[in-house]
């Protein structure tokens, strides 16, 4: 489960939503950036919260292939 972050910010990004779009009244921009940077990981509540914020879900963020997201 490496590159989290890295993954969820190209995903973020494709559909063209922001850094604070994802925040709103959930957690801080800090935070997001940290965690799209590598330097901390979420718990599962909070990851699942996160991907719902860029209406992704579990089973298609791990299937989703790396190169082409």
């Keep these: 489960m490496n590159n989290l972050g890295t993954t969820y ?3 973020r990004k494709s559909r063209g939503i922001t850094q604070a779009q994802v ?3 959930l957690l801080s921009r800090a935070t997001l950036s940290k965690f799209e940077n590598e330097k901390l990981t979420p718990s599962v509540t909070l990851f699942i919260a996160l ?3 860029i209406d992704c879900g ?3 963020f791990f299937s989703s292939p790396k190169d082409t997201v």
């Design 9 to 11: 910010r190209k995903i």
């Design 23 to 25: 925040c709103k009244d």
């Design 58 to 60: 579990f089973d298609e």
């Design 51 to 53: 991907l719902a914020r």
